[in-house]
């Protein structure tokens, strides 16, 4: 399976999984400028821009540990972007879907608030 099969597998697991916790997925795929963001999920207040990452083993790391600074900043820019663009008075939190393993053994966990928007 190439890389991009499986990160729409990936993030069409992430969404489900949102999805069983009552949020409503907004965006997938959205992008602004070089930045792109794999979903924008909502739930009341609360706005969740998720990063989801699938690795086949934690050999060289866990999966979040993958969301450099620079791919935290793109996030940064295009949750504010969405957020003003649609008038939105919501928490906005970032959060990265860990995905580690290979179809059908895979463990997938949810990882709220995994960087914050400032220093």
Do not use: C
């Amino acid at each position: 399976m190439n890389t991009t099969i499986r990160g729409r597998i990936g993030e069409g697991l992430a969404a489900e999984s949102y999805q069983k916790q009552g949020f409503i997925i907004l965006k997938r795929n959205y992008r602004f400028g070089r930045a792109e963001v794999d979903i924008i999920a909502q739930k009341g207040n609360i706005l969740a821009i998720v990063e989801v990452k699938w690795r086949s083993n934690t050999y060289f790391g866990d999966p979040q540990s993958f969301v450099s600074k620079k791919q935290q900043r793109s996030l940064i820019t295009a949750a504010n972007h969405y957020v003003n663009s649609n008038h939105l008075d919501v928490n906005v939190r970032f959060d990265v879907v860990s995905i580690v393993g290979q179809q059908p053994k895979i463990d997938i966990q949810i990882i709220e608030n995994a960087f914050y928007p400032f220093p």
